[in-house]
Nanobody, 121 residues
């Protein structure tokens, strides 16, 4: 059974940082593209970053300066670090996986249930 389990969300103060984790199981982790997507309540989903399939043990990428995504194949885990949190970062954060490559328009095959990040102002 394919599972993607996010954790690390919660109530965080403006200007603080949060580190989210996504632990994957039920599939060959390094054969899938995997990424982070967020959805504020009442708004459309937006992709933060997708990392393509790779046999490399560790991969990382930054997004818009405040975001950093890393992938650890040895631990079957994807991470999302967000610094200098702003109220507009409040959203449900999902990790998702797709075989062979990063999908178009967020059409991932597998999704986690999400973890809520709420940034107080």
């Amino acid at each position: 059974e394919v599972q993607l389990v996010e954790s690390g969300g919660g109530l965080v103060q403006t200007g603080g940082s949060v580190r989210l984790s996504c632990v994957a199981s039920g599939f060959t982790f390094d054969d899938y593209a995997i990424g982070w997507i967020r959805q504020p309540i009442g708004k459309e989903r937006e992709e933060i970053r997708c990392i393509g399939r790779s046999t490399s043990t560790y991969q990382e990428a930054s997004v818009k300066g405040r975001f950093s995504v890393s992938k650890d194949n040895a631990k079957n885990t994807l991470y999302l670090q967000i610094n200098s949190l702003k109220p507009e970062d409040t959203a449900v954060y999902y990790c998702a996986a797709n075989p062979f490559g990063c999908p178009r328009r967020y059409e991932y095959r597998y999704w986690g249930r999400g973890t809520q990040v709420t940034v107080s102002s």
